[in-house]
């Protein structure tokens, strides 16, 4: 599983600053932790963070409502979900994929956190017009870029 591919900063910056509405599949609501804190970031940003966990869904993480599913937060907002940011391991990201492909028609960008890759789910969501970016953290690349 490569978990070597570059990314110019001009696009991370560009899907950083052009993304509104992020989900994060496997958020919690342990702030010590980066499922919870790295989403906290985003959202000081100016992101609107959906929380998509089934183990804590109708709870409110962030003050935003956790859902069970990609295809329940795609049907409950009002709003397109641009980006699906991942914390789940490799061996779950292509079903995380296919949902999001499935689910959700506003969607821009699939990141995978630090240390999650998965060749053949980015490119499925490559081929349906979908960027990825794998084995970074958007809470660091915010710190770097801007």
């Excluded at 009002?78 to 999001?100: K, L, N, S, T, W």
């Excluded at 789910?121 to 770097?144: D, F, H, S, W, Y």
Aim: include cysteine; charged fraction near 25%; aromatic fraction near 4%.
């Amino acid at each position: 599983m490569p978990m070597d591919e570059t990314y110019a900063d001009a696009d991370l910056k560009r899907i950083l600053s052009d993304t509104k509405v992020v989900a994060v599949v496997g958020m919690t609501p342990d702030p010590a932790r980066p499922d919870h804190f790295v989403p906290e970031i985003l959202q000081a940003h100016g992101m609107r963070i959906v929380p998509v966990n089934p183990k804590f869904a109708g709870q409110e993480i962030l003050g935003e409502t956790v859902y069970a599913s990609l295809t329940e937060a795609g049907a409950a907002l009002g709003e397109a979900i641009e980006m699906v940011d991942v914390f789940r391991r490799p061996e779950q990201v292509p079903p995380v994929v296919e949902e999001a492909l499935a689910a959700l028609p506003g969607l821009k960008t699939i990141w995978m956190q630090v240390g999650i890759a998965h060749a053949e789910a980015a490119a499925t969501a490559r081929a349906q017009g979908v960027e990825v970016v794998m084995n970074r953290c958007p809470k660091i690349e915010l710190a770097r870029l801007f």
